[in-house]
Nanobody, 123 residues
Framework: QLNVVESGGGLVQPGGSLTLSCTIS??????VAWFRQAPGKEREGVSA????????TYADSVKGRFSIYRQNPRNTVYLRMNSLRPEDTAVYYC??????????????????WGQGTQVTVSS
């Protein structure tokens, strides 16, 4: 049984940094993506990584600020978020087993999802 757990969210000031973790058990060789959903907005893809780490995809809004990576053992995927802005405030979700070259929710519709972790960027 696949289990997906996010952690690392919290309150941070604008310009600050956070690192989110997604720990997965029950599956090998999978792509992982981070999505986020702000109040009143649709869920949007933030970043994705292939099972080897060779393919990494970023939304335009986070390019140059966020970095996705996975470390051995490959059951944990991280999202390093730098230069955070108030508009980054959202619940961040980890999705497992979709297309690493796509951030379209449609291409992750059959993925397994975690429960989400809140990120709040505010002074």
């Amino acid at each position: 049984q696949l289990n997906v757990v996010e952690s690392g969210g919290g309150l941070v000031q604008p310009g600050g940094s956070l690192t989110l973790s997604c720990t997965i058990s029950g599956m090998d060789l999978y792509a992982v993506a981070w999505f986020r959903q702000a109040p009143g907005k649709e869920r949007e893809g933030v970043s994705a990584i292939s099972h080897t780490g060779g393919v990494r995809t970023y939304a335009d809004s986070v390019k140059g600020r966020f970095s996705i990576y996975r470390q051995n053992p490959r059951n944990t995927v991280y999202l390093r978020m730098n230069s955070l802005r108030p508009e980054d405030t959202a619940v961040y979700y980890c999705a497992v087993d979709g297309r690493a070259d796509s951030l379209s929710p449609r291409d992750w519709s059959s993925a397994s999802w975690g429960q989400g972790t809140q990120v709040t960027v505010s002074s």
